[in-house]
Antibody
Framework: EVQLVESGGGVVRPGGSLRLSCVAS????????MSWVRQAPGKGLEWVSG????????GYADSVKGRFTISRDNAKNSLYLQMNSLRAEDTAFYHC????????????????WGQGTLVTVSS | DIQMTQSPSTLSAFVGDRVTITCRAS??????LAWYQQKPGKAPKLLIY???NLESGVPSRFSGSGSGTEFTLTISSLQPDDFATYYC????????FGQGTKLQIK
């Protein structure tokens, strides 16, 4: 069974940092691009960042560019999101998701999705 | 950036109804569009990819159509399990989502 499990969320003060992790299982991790998508409570979906199969190509939403860094460790079947200079508007569930095309690029539809980890930025 | 606009934002319907949700892109995205269903407290679930391809395991009452800038998701005969929020997503240039359509039971 293909599975994505996120961890690392929590409560952090504005300006603080947090590192999210996602462990993948049930598929060949380094065949796929991966992304982080977030959803503020009661709001819609927002793509945050994506990374290709070997980490050589990454992309970011304008809202997080320069503050967040995506990375992966294929030996550990793991995806990461380093979040710095956090703001109240970064409060959301953060979902790890796999790019559907299977070409190694992070462009594509998203399937499957992890259940998400909640990040709350509050003083 | 490509903006995605869904309509309506909320839709009320009866079990058995045929419903259509529209998604418009601010520029052409060819057929690089997906549709998702999300229920409260759950992660989104892929329904349709490349505008009209049904994901494996998704009931055939769901269908997608369109290309360029205008797309539709149709549910041919609503079932109780279909009441949820639906999102479109473009992946032509980076990724962006529509604001969502909440499908409510009438």
């Amino acid at each position: 069974e293909v599975q994505l499990v996120e961890s690392g969320g929590g409560v952090v003060r504005p300006g603080g940092s947090l590192r999210l992790s996602c462990v993948a299982s049930g598929f060949t991790f380094d065949d796929y691009g991966m992304s982080w998508v977030r959803q503020a409570p009661g709001k819609g979906l927002e793509w945050v960042s994506g990374i290709n199969w070997n980490g050589g190509s990454t992309g970011y939403a304008d809202s997080v560019k320069g503050r967040f860094t995506i990375s992966r460790d294929n030996a550990k079947n793991s995806l990461y999101l380093q979040m710095n200079s956090l703001r109240a508007e970064d409060t959301a569930f953060y979902h790890c998701t796999r790019a559907g095309l299977g070409t190694g690029n992070y462009l594509g539809w998203f399937d499957p999705w992890g259940q998400g980890t909640l990040v709350t930025v509050s003083s | 950036d490509i903006q995605m606009t869904q309509s309506p934002s909320t839709l009320s319907a009866f079990v058995g109804d045929r419903v259509t949700i529209t998604c418009r892109a601010s520029q052409t995205i060819s057929s690089w569009l997906a549709w998702y269903q999300q229920k409260p407290g759950k992660a989104p679930k892929l329904l349709i990819y490349k505008a009209s391809n049904l994901e494996s395991g998704v009931p055939s009452r769901f269908s997608g159509s369109g290309s360029g800038t205008e797309f539709t998701l149709t549910i041919s005969s609503l079932q109780p399990d279909d009441f949820a929020t639906y999102y479109c997503q473009q992946y032509y240039s980076y990724h962006s989502f529509g604001q969502g359509t909440k499908l409510q039971i009438k």
